[in-house]
């Protein structure tokens, strides 16, 4: 369902078609359409301080022709990024996500800043039917439950209890238009972009708690 293109520091998930997009991305926020998800690798040399990096996000998208795209930044290495498919009956997921964990957090608590970056899981899931509004929103909230149950089997502990994401976290859900009203986990699309989800998750964690964890 997704062509992945790599380009450092571009990382493109063309949908193959226009969808709806609901994310809390820094460009194209909210509900979006849109036929390409972006992501842009970052240094702290490229964010100083006092930037405004939403303007800087759109400005470099400006340059490359993809204003008209969702876009989320991270500062992890985006030639590590993970990709998982799944179906479930008619329903088909699939699932490119970048984890980094540098600015790790368990909900409920705030860690001090790291001058250091933000790693930040970023991750985009696509569902092959349309969904509605409310289920949209629904599902979105499966993507984030799985995304925090990857984390927390698989990723750091903190002084108050095992690490449920990072401060910069962001997800993007696309599916084509439509009106299923639900998408719970009693459904099929709510169980299938769960587990694109954690298996993308999982892996993209595994990797970083082997290479960059200093903990």
Known sequence: ???????????????GQEMRVLSWAPHRPGLAIARQVIWREVRNQDLTKGLDATAW??????????????AMLTSRNIEKYTF??????????????TVGLSNAERVGYRQPALAAGYGTVNL?????????MPAMTEALS???????????THGP??????????GTD???????????????LHTEP??????????????????????????
């Open 1 to 15: 369902m997704i062509r992945i293109t790599l380009s450092r520091p571009w990382l493109t998930a063309d949908l």
């Open 57 to 70: 996000l759109a400005r470099e998208l400006t340059g490359i022709g993809q204003t008209d795209a969702v």
């Open 84 to 97: 998982a498919e799944a179906r479930s009956g008619a329903f088909q997921a699939s699932c490119l996500a």
């Open 124 to 132: 985009l899931v696509t569902l092959s039917h349309g969904l509605g």
């Open 142 to 152: 499966i993507a984030t439950q799985a995304r925090t149950a990857a984390i927390l």
């Open 157 to 166: 502990g903190l002084p108050e209890g095992p690490a449920t994401g990072t």
């Open 170 to 184: 962001c997800i993007a859900l696309a599916c084509p238009p439509g009106d299923m009203a639900y998408a719970g």
């Open 190 to 215: 709510g169980e299938v972009i769960g587990r694109v989800v954690y298996d993308a998750v999982s892996e993209g964690t595994r990797v970083w708690m082997k290479t960059e964890n200093r903990a």
